[in-house]
């Protein structure tokens, strides 16, 4: 299967959605309560952005994030081979993890250095805990389900083991950070493909720019496994947060007129979907974002 088939670039629309959730959060966000200590302003079920890759790949040009995009895709390449250490999350390319797989989280956890523990996305992925004591790789089932049955609507894929998340008196995680992203939805209209993420807590400024990211070239990919067309990726937050801290740089980031999103394209020799890693994705020479911001707070 081809790439994108994407517009040229001085035909794309510049997408305002991103932008336009934040302001939505700064405006008519609830101040809360959060679990790394600083208060969010928090919007539920934002409405959905709907991005049509054949108008460029969604990668925020709010302010530039190519001096780390091939992380996330490194990320969920990762992720999807089962990969719950920090050792090989660095080995695909994504480093951003050493914040949150201190040796520190993983003892309270009762896990080993480095280990994210078996309630984390590699393992809910690639590995989930079946009834009779196996495991079962999800995106597997699923490649070969949308191949055999592609009109089904049960073509959905799960991050969360409840057994290893769950809080409160007697209860110990088994996992250094509850998956944040994931829920996956994949329709097939004819011979496209659409993605459609749930995300049940959005961090805007931060994680989101990443998730977008790594979400669109899974799409990509899926549609290269399965012989179909990339054509939507759809992203639906649940808990759509800015943290305060946060706040002056989002105001800032508001001001800036969004501009077209780049072409990225994906080598579509690669024969196995789990074969697939960062360096098969490639930043066209049309991403125009305006600067970076570097110093945005960061949630641990």
Known sequence: MENVAYKPYEGRTPDYQYQNTIKLILEQGVRSKSQPGTDTLTVLCPPASHYR???GFPMITERS?????????????AFVNGVRTLKGLEEFGCKFWSLWGTPEKCAKRGLEAGDLGPGSYGAGFHDFPTADGGTFNQFQHIIEQI???????????????????GRGKGKQQKVVVAPCHGWLYFKVYGDELTTVMV???ADFPVGVPSNMIQYAALTMMMAHATGLKPVEFIHQPIDAHVYVDQIPRMKELIKREPRPFPTVTMNTDVDDFFGFRKKHFTLGDDYNPHPAMKDIPVAI
């Open 53 to 55: 890759l054949d108008n």
């Open 65 to 77: 994030v190519k001096s780390f995009w091939g992380q996330p895709i490194g990320e969920i390449c």
């Open 147 to 165: 191949k055999e049955i592609p009109h089904l609507k049960t073509h959905f894929v799960s991050p969360w083991i409840p057994q290893f998340i």
């Open 199 to 201: 995300q049940r807590s």
